[in-house]
């Protein structure tokens, strides 16, 4: 396990060549109150399904299929006085389908989220 910062964030990496895809989760803390619970909820329902560049479900699908059926998601869920929101992303590894430019157009579709 590797932990370092980007642009101020703390990063945690493990390695592993036990598995054939790749996942990342972006989590970010916030207090927990009734109505950013509320908020945070209804945002991230809407997350999951449409984003400026793919602003139908159908578009976001057909993406997915493009990263070799990838699979996003996004949820918010309460932990004591915290509310996490988390994002994450699921992709085959690039080295079993010859693809160097994969993990940064997987990347760039999280982004979009």
Not at 11 to 21: A, G, P, Q, S
Not at 50 to 64: E, F, G
């Amino acid at each position: 396990m590797e932990k370092f910062e980007i642009n101020n964030i703390e990063t945690t990496l493990i390695k592993t060549d036990k598995f054939k895809t790749i996942t990342v989760f972006v989590v970010f803390f916030g207090e927990f109150t009734r109505a950013n619970a509320t908020k945070r909820s209804l945002l991230t329902r809407i997350m999951n399904n449409t984003t400026r560049k793919y602003p139908t479900k159908k578009l976001v699908a057909n993406k997915l299929f493009d990263l070799y059926d990838a699979g996003i998601f996004v949820n918010s869920f309460p932990i004591h006085k915290a509310n996490l929101t988390v994002f994450g992303l699921n992709i085959v590894n690039p080295k079993f389908v010859n693809d160097d430019g994969l993990l940064n157009e997987a990347f760039s579709f999280l982004k979009e989220f």
